[in-house]
């Protein structure tokens, strides 16, 4: 694996100014499994002030020592060599301190693996060799026909070659340090497949409690690594095994022991899991990946029962709230949080073959989204995973998806009716008002069940006939049209008692 060009460029530049430049943290760790890092970072005995001299293109804006390095076009973390003083937020040191030591400087770092170093430059270089160099300053040079040494003081390797995340040094002081060490630990190991040392292991159970010290935003960035990880139902679990996911997401621990009903073989929270790893396994979206996680969120809420005849009527309506509030929490987007708790209102969706009709269909359309349709049909694939099911796509969905495709065409918004507000004011001669919603309300639900009926003469003949109704009758007859379709939700959730 070669080392990125503007890498190389910014260890040469450091060296032939005359310190030491390495590149360090994650990226080794990758470079050492034979993975294409994502980020590259530069550890140095240069001064922030020093590395600025050396980088016209750069900017400093923290107080850690980090300068960041912009080269044809990628941004290299540039960070003087330093030992972090106390924790006081049990997230950022109160304050740093310079060190020329490089090993004093990976002491610091929360894990062996992530606490190595790879001399890329200095490899088989002799003093003639920096010299040459130095007269090619500001050239992409390649990297040296020698391999990159990697410097190892903490047994980094061997820990790869294990599947082991160790802690660097006690791992209560590293953990003490960090809180939100304790998440990325989970997550290397759904990430990696590795497990986690006993030590490690033993002082993140004691010291779960401290990740309330974290923020949601940063809490929420590694759940999300974890969750988009191929291995994210183990990860979710790892993180009920040390008792991180009862303090920061407890309304998903709810679900651990609760038993269901003849219709399901897990426990709730095991059965959500299963949907989770299914989704992570077939490389769902975020969306439909947290959807498969919390779409039965509520049933410990709304269980009614015990044994194989529990209910858990509502779990839909009630889960969909819950997400909301759960991920409002977590300060996810607006976006995400709008499109996942939507998939878990509708996971429950009807589609019995001898009984859907288009009108059913185009009505679900409208509700979800037709952009969303896919995703939805993916988390009820996950749901039937989880509960144990060996077929994610019986008949039935296959002929649901066969009516949706069917009917994407068909008018499933106001905006697609042949006539618009201004039409029935100039068809009734009457001013701008509530009513005029209600007409187009009541067309569109007219022309959800027949599609046919979406011609401009027919829906001018037919406002000037539901012109004669108030706009109470006009409301009630579009609740009616909604109630025949959630009857046959109904029915599908008394099925299956859920």
């Keep these: 694996m070669q080392i990125p060009s503007p890498v190389m460029f910014v260890l040469e530049a450091l060296r032939t100014a005359g310190y030491e430049a390495y590149a360090v943290g994650g990226c080794v760790r990758d470079f050492a499994l034979s993975r294409e890092p994502k980020d590259w970072d530069v550890a140095t005995s240069a ?10 293109k750069s900017f400093y804006e923290n107080k850690f020592g980090t300068v960041t390095v912009l080269k044809d076009s990628m941004e290299i973390q540039v960070t003087t060599y330093r030992i972090d003083n106390r924790y006081s937020d049990k997230r950022h040191p109160d304050s740093v301190k310079y060190t020329s030591d490089l090993k004093e400087d990976l002491t610091r770092r929360d894990f062996t693996m992530n606490a190595m170093a790879l001399d890329a430059v200095s490899a088989g270089d002799t003093e003639g060799d920096f010299k040459s160099r130095q007269q090619h300053r500001g050239t992409l040079l390649k990297p040296s026909s020698v391999s990159p040494r990697i410097i190892d003081p903490f047994n980094g390797q061997q820990d790869l070659r294990d599947k082991l995340i160790r802690a660097v040094g006690d791992p209560k002081e590293r953990f003490g340090e960090d809180a939100l ?9 759904a990430q990696l ?24 935003e940063r809490i ?16 979710i679990d790892l993180l009920r095994e040390t ?28 059965h959500n899991m299963r949907a989770l790893q299914y989704a992570a396994e077939q490389g769902f979206n975020l969306e439909t990946r947290l959807a498969s996680l919390f779409h039965d969120v509520a049933k410990p809420r709304v269980k009614v029962g015990d044994g194989p005849n529990s209910t858990f009527y509502n779990h839909d309506l009630v889960g969909a709230k819950m997400t909301r509030q759960i991920m409002q929490r977590m300060k996810f987007s607006l976006s995400e949080i709008e ?44 749901d039937r995973i989880g509960s144990g099911v060996p077929k994610a796509e019986p008949y039935k969905l296959r002929h649901f998806r066969y009516m949706v495709d069917k009917v994407s065409k068909d008018p499933i918004s106001v905006k697609m009716l042949k006539i618009n507000g201004d039409d029935v004011m100039k068809i009734l001669g009457i001013p701008p008002g509530p009513k005029v919603g209600i007409l187009l309300q009541a067309l569109f639900s007219e022309v959800l069940d027949d599609p046919s009926k979406n011609e401009e003469n027919e829906l001018k003949k037919r406002t000037m006939e539901l012109d004669k109704f108030s706009a109470s009758e006009l409301s009630e007859m579009i609740r009616k049209a909604e109630e025949r379709v959630k009857t046959l939700e109904d029915e599908e959730k008394r099925q299956y008692r859920v």
Aim: glycine share 6%.
């Design 181 to 189: 060490r304790l998440m990325r630990a989970a997550r290397f190991a």
């Design 220 to 235: 929420r960035d590694e759940l999300v690594k974890i969750i988009m990880s191929v291995r994210a139902g183990k990860g």
């Design 339 to 382: 499109k996942t708790s939507l998939l878990v209102r509708y996971h429950l969706f009807y589609y019995n073959v001898d009984e859907v009709t288009p009108s059913s269909v185009r009505r679900l359309i409208k509700n979800v989204g037709l952009e969303n349709m896919d995703d939805l049909i993916n988390v009820r694939f996950a």
């Design 243 to 270: 008792g991180l996911l009862a303090v920061f997401l407890p309304e998903v621990m709810e679900g651990y022991g609760v038993g269901q009903n003849k219709h399901h073989i897990y426990d709730v929270y095991e």
């Design 47 to 56: 001064k922030p002030d020093d590395i600025q001299k050396i980088f016209s």
């Design 193 to 216: 497949d590795f497990l986690i040392e006993e030590n490690t292991l033993r002082a993140l159970k004691e010291l779960a409690p401290t990740i309330k010290f974290v923020s949601h």
